[in-house]
Antibody
Framework: EVRLVESGGGLVQPGGSLRLSCAVS????????IDWVRRAPGKGLEWVGR??????????DYAASVKGRFTVSRDGSRNSLYLQMNSLKIEDSAMYYC?????????????WGQGTLVTVS | QSVLTQPPSASGTPGQRVTISCSGS????????VNWYHQLPGTAPKLLIY???QRPSGVPDRFSGSKSGTSASLAISGLRSEDEADYYC???????????FGGGTKLTVL
């Protein structure tokens, strides 16, 4: 069974840092892209960043709104993806989801975690 | 402001067919596959359509997707009360090197 489980959310002051984790199971971690997507209260979905698969060198991309402040990384030994968030702003408050992409069949975000809530205040 | 444009709301009665549009540009929908998701309150988003018109296993064939040029649409036939949710289109943008979501469409089943 494919599973993605986020953790690490919480309350942080503006300017502070937080690291989110996404633990995956049920598939070969290195074969898939994993993204972070967020939804702020009263707003729609917003893509945050991407970690590509081993074949693509685990390269990353970021939304303009977080570039230079957020960093996506992987730990293959733990089957986990991380989102390091620095210089947090009030507008970063949101539910953060990790989601899997099967790039071989252009299937973006076929599985999602349940989300972890980040509040910057 | 989303670069993919969706109507903010849509509605229909049970059994009806509704469509939701998604307008983009030559750097996203024009050259990349479109995906559709819906999100029920308090739950994670769910993939409904990928690569313009492909349905993941388990998604009813009441849901269908299409694309023409720089626009895409999601059609829901045989509308049911449990279809009431927020619907989003998404596509990769080559110019921005990022995934774009539409602003979302709130579907109400009357």
């Amino acid at each position: 069974e494919v599973r993605l489980v986020e953790s690490g959310g919480g309350l942080v002051q503006p300017g502070g840092s937080l690291r989110l984790s996404c633990a995956v199971s049920g598939f070969t971690f290195s074969d898939y892209y994993i993204d972070w997507v967020r939804r702020a209260p009263g707003k729609g979905l917003e893509w945050v960043g991407r970690s590509r698969n081993k074949a693509r060198g685990y390269s990353t991309d970021y939304a303009a709104s977080v570039k230079g402040r957020f960093t996506v990384s992987r730990d293959g030994s733990r089957n986990s993806l991380y989102l390091q968030m620095n210089s947090l702003k009030i507008e970063d408050s949101a539910m953060y989801y990790c989601a899997r992409t099967d790039v071989r069949i252009f299937k973006d975000f076929d599985y999602w975690g349940q989300g972890t809530l980040v509040t910057v205040s | 402001q989303s670069v993919l444009t969706q109507p903010p709301s849509a509605s229909g009665t049970p059994g009806q067919r509704v469509t939701i549009s998604c307008s983009g540009s030559s750097s996203n929908i024009g050259i990349k596959g479109v995906n559709w998701y819906h999100q029920l309150p308090g739950t994670a988003p769910k993939l409904l359509i990928y690569n313009n018109n492909q349905r993941p296993s388990g998604v009813p064939d009441r849901f269908s997707g299409s694309k023409s040029g720089t626009s895409a649409s999601l059609a829901i036939s045989g509308l049911r009360s449990e279809d009431e949710a927020d619907y989003y289109c998404a596509a990769w943008d080559d110019s921005l090197s990022g995934m774009l979501f539409g602003g979302g469409t709130k579907l109400t089943v009357l």
